[in-house]
């Protein structure tokens, strides 16, 4: 088993919905951060968190410690959104463990 | 605005050939990574440094080395290119503001095919 599961693998969505991304970790983290990954490679950062919520436009990540969870959500889907979503979490260390992504397709 | 600078998008090399990955970041970070990402496996950490002339192992360094002479530049080494190192290649430097608080910027990646 991964240490890092995001649900669901892939995802297509109608401009304007309202998406859910989910990763669940199995270890005590100290942070997690939440990745975007455009076709062609780059790599945006897009939230660290340790607690609670944060919330970015229409980007809103949100992590329970307790449940080993976290979600990111994005409001009024855009086809632009269309990416890879990566949850990454760290353990000790500058270390990150990755999941595998997450594939968003929003078609308008 | 941060900039991760990796030498070559795409890199074609043969088996036994020594292969030189070049990552520049522009904002005095002290910590710099290089990844490998394949589909099904996500991304996977080679070495990392934290320092100039300090590396760490990560989790897959067999087949590579690195060099960190200078704090902006951290180079992953192919000492003899094999097929099962044909991979997408991500450099990425990060700064801690708080203990809460990291940012990190990436690469844009080298697509590296081993023939």
């Known amino acids: 088993k991964n240490e890092v599961e995001q649900s669901p693998q892939n995802l297509t969505a109608q401009e304007g919905e309202f998406i859910t991304i989910n990763c669940s970790y199995s270890?005590?983290?100290?942070?997690l951060h939440w990745l975007q990954q455009h076709p062609g490679g780059g790599i945006v950062s897009l939230f660290m968190l340790s607690s609670g919520k944060k919330k970015h436009g229409r980007l809103i990540a949100t992590i329970n410690i307790q449940e080993k969870h976290s979600s990111l959500h994005i409001t009024a889907s855009h086809p632009r959104d269309s990416a890879v979503y990566i949850c990454?979490?760290?353990?000790?260390?500058?270390?990150?463990?990755f999941g595998e992504g997450t594939q968003l397709t929003v078609n308008p | 605005d941060v900039k991760v600078t990796q030498s070559s998008r795409y890199l074609v090399k043969r088996t036994g050939e020594k292969v030189f990955l070049e990552c520049v970041q522009d904002?005095?970070?002290?910590?710099m990574f290089w990844y490998r990402q394949d589909p099904g496996l996500g991304l996977r950490l080679i070495y990392f440094s934290y320092d100039v002339k300090m590396k760490e192992k990560g989790d897959i360094p067999e087949g590579y080395s690195v060099s960190r002479e200078k704090k902006e530049r951290f180079s992953l080494i192919l000492e003899s290119a094999s097929t099962n190192q044909t991979s997408m290649y991500l450099c990425a430097s990060s700064f801690l503001w708080t203990a809460t608080n990291e940012k990190l910027f990436f690469g844009s990646g080298t697509q590296l095919s081993v023939l």
């Open positions: 904002m005095d970070h002290e910590n």
């Open positions: 990454a979490v760290k353990a000790s260390g500058s270390r990150l463990t």
């Open positions: 270890v005590g983290i100290s942070a």
